[in-house]
């Protein structure tokens, strides 16, 4: 719902700015995480990489003070790039683990 929120109130040129591509990307960690809390099922557990995850937040936080500072160009999509690939990274190793804890549909 708050992915939906962010793509329908934002205008089509906030989405060039990298940044904003990191908190879509953060939004749709954080809706899989939720996901993952909100199982009922207590047989099988599934644990989000955390290194990675926090991996991605130093690169977000190191974009958004290159943005904030006014730093380089490049400094600023690279750690918006790396932000972005962590948090790629860890929804697929999630969403992984999901598909291969489900039960066989005949």
């Known amino acids: 719902m708050a992915l939906a929120l962010?793509?329908?109130y934002t205008t089509r040129g906030a989405f060039f700015n990298p940044l904003a591509l990191v908190v879509v990307a953060a939004i749709g960690v954080a809706a899989l995480l939720v996901q993952l809390r909100l199982r009922r099922d207590e047989r099988v557990r599934i644990n989000a990489p955390?290194?990675?995850n926090a991996l991605a937040i130093v690169f977000a936080a190191g974009a958004v003070a290159a943005d904030v500072l006014r730093l380089s160009a490049v400094f600023l999509l690279a750690a918006a790039l790396g932000a972005v690939l962590c948090f790629?990274?860890?929804?697929?190793?999630?969403?992984n683990a999901l598909r291969k804890t489900r039960p066989d549909v005949p």
């Open 6 to 8: 962010v793509v329908i």
């Open 50 to 52: 955390v290194w990675l």
């Open 88 to 95: 790629a990274v860890s929804g697929i190793v999630v969403l």
